[in-house]
Nanobody, 115 residues
Framework: QVHLVESGGGLVQAGESLRLSCLAS????????MGWYRQAPGKQRELVAA???????NYADSVKGRFTISRDNAKNTVYLQMNTLKPEDTAVYYC?????????WGQGTQVTVSS
């Protein structure tokens, strides 16, 4: 069983920054891709950013240029640097590691951006 633990969420004002961390209980090198999703109240969970084992990244259009995903294989950690936060970024952010037949998910961390 793999455990993903997110941290770094909080309450910030619009325009400020946060860095989320996702610590895995196993080597993240074993995952082809890892990603960050978010879910706002009343909305579906959506992909925010993903990074492959080789370091290729992709982002939701709404966060391009503001968010950066990165990984530190030695620390088994994936990060999401979020800059210039907006109220519409308010959501629970989840770390995800897809595997054959399913996915591992973290418990989520709340990000709240006030205007």
């Amino acid at each position: 069983q793999v455990h993903l633990v997110e941290s770094g969420g909080g309450l910030v004002q619009a325009g400020e920054s946060l860095r989320l961390s996702c610590l895995a209980s196993t080597s993240i090198f074993s995952f082809d891709t890892m990603g960050w999703y978010r879910q706002a109240p009343g909305k579906q969970r959506e992909l925010v950013a993903a990074i492959t084992r080789g370091g290729s990244t992709n982002y939701a259009d709404s966060v391009k240029g503001r968010f950066t995903i990165s990984r530190d294989n030695a620390k088994n950690t994936v990060y999401l640097q979020m800059n210039t936060l907006k109220p519409e970024d308010t959501a629970v952010y989840y770390c995800n590691a897809p595997v054959r037949g399913g996915s591992y998910w973290g418990q989520g961390t709340q990000v709240t951006v006030s205007s």
